[in-house]
């Protein structure tokens, strides 16, 4: 029994939006690999485990936004102009999140 494969959803670099989905590829599996080598630890660096998942997220995100089109089963042409500003809305976002979330946990609102 054969499976049959779609190629579309590879990040590559000769589809629109390749290569900046490759890279951030490559950045979050380096980042989940030192993270699970305890490397901030080496590095004296204080972390959150939610400051790791909100980086992941927001490497996460704006790969979706530029690999996927909208409907499935629609061919992707270039990459529409709302992908990349949600693509950087989600980045932007989630990477606040993880600079800024010991002052989130560490402040509380009344």
């Known amino acids: 029994m054969t499976m049959a494969v779609d190629e ?4 590559r670099e000769d589809t629109p939006g390749g290569m900046p989905a490759t890279v951030l590829a490559i ?4 980042g ?8 901030q630890r080496y590095l ?3 972390l959150y485990p939610q400051q790791f998942f909100a980086a992941a997220v927001g490497l996460a ?4 936004f530029l690999i996927l ?3 499935r089963g629609t061919p992707r042409g270039a ?3 709302y992908d990349l500003v949600a693509a950087l809305a989600g980045l932007l976002a989630c990477g606040w999140i993880a600079v800024r979330y010991p ?7 009344y």
Not at 103 to 109: C, E, P, R
Request: charged share 10%; hydrophobic share 60%.
């Open 32 to 39: 989940a690999a030192a993270w699970a080598l305890e490397i």
């Open 8 to 11: 579309t959803a590879s990040p």
């Open 61 to 64: 995100l704006p790969m979706a």
């Open 103 to 109: 002052d989130l946990v560490n402040t509380i609102f």
């Open 27 to 30: 950045v979050l599996t380096v």
């Open 44 to 46: 004296s660096w204080s």
């Open 69 to 71: 089109p909208a409907k």
């Open 79 to 81: 990459v529409p102009w």
